[in-house]
T-cell receptor
Framework: GAGVSQTPSNKVTEKGKYVELRCDPI?????LYWYRQSLGQGPEFLIY????????DSGLPNDRFFAVRPEGSVSTLKIQRTERGDSAVYLC??????????FGPGTRLTVL | SQQGEEDPQALSIQEGENATMNCSYK?????LQWYRQNSGRGLVHLIL???NEREKHSGRLRVTLDTSKKSSSLLITASRAADTASYFC????????????WGAGTKLIIKP
């Protein structure tokens, strides 16, 4: 079956702009996660959804970052007033439970 | 924050040799997982070992876990050029049943 998909695969934006990154999880997976990965580092947890609600958003770096999952399926990560330091690969994962997480290919965000 | 630390940071071996990567972590865990990542994008789940397990096998992969030393190792036997990738360990803490905490990874290069 289809895996986790993320769009766009690459996003280049200018400092101060607003961006939205989309994640389509595997059908039926109730858990959804967002991570951010900088070059040469492991992923860094941002937020975890169980169904429609954000069960843990403690990893969001500041209030410029926000994520939603209104119908318990697709999720959108929103970044306001982007900064150069936001440049990274944003990874989404979904899971049927809380064990194995299945990752999408990521969105490479570049803030100029 | 990253919990796991992999070593070595980089490993280059000849095809056919065995590759061993190690991971250390700091807190008590529920389980430890190994992932592979090609070209800085999609992460692929390899194997999960629970805190009450000591060793697990999957094909050419062998994972060990020593909770007293807070360490794990991943052995890839009879390496192939296609095994070239970055390998990450990720832990799920005892007080969290979902949040993966990642190390910085080991970059493995298999020379043909």
């Amino acid at each position: 079956g289809a895996g986790v998909s993320q769009t766009p695969s690459n996003k280049v934006t200018e400092k101060g702009k607003y961006v939205e990154l989309r994640c389509d999880p595997i059908s039926g997976h109730t858990a959804l996660y967002w991570y951010r990965q900088s070059l040469g580092q492991g992923p860094e947890f941002l937020i975890y959804f169980q169904g429609t609600g954000a069960a843990d958003d403690s990893g969001l770096p500041n209030d410029r970052f926000f994520a939603v999952r209104p119908e318990g399926s697709v999720s959108t990560l929103k970044i306001q007033r982007t900064e150069r330091g936001d440049s990274a690969v944003y990874l989404c994962a979904s899971s049927p439970s809380t064990d194995t997480q299945y990752f999408g290919p990521g969105t490479r965000l570049t803030v100029l | 924050s990253q919990q796991g630390e992999e070593d070595p940071q980089a490993l280059s071996i000849q095809e056919g040799e065995n590759a061993t990567m190690n991971c250390s972590y700091k807190t008590s865990i529920n389980n430890l997982q190994w992932y592979r990542q090609n070209s800085g994008r999609g992460l692929v789940h390899l194997i999960l070992i629970r805190s009450n397990e000591r060793e697990k096998h999957s094909g050419r992969l062998r994972v060990t876990l020593d909770t007293s030393k807070k360490s794990s190792s991943l052995l890839i036997t009879a390496s192939r050029a296609a095994d070239t990738a970055s390998y990450f360990c990720a832990t799920v803490r005892m007080d969290s049943n979902y949040q993966l905490i990642w190390g910085a990874g080991t970059k493995l290069i298999i020379k043909p």
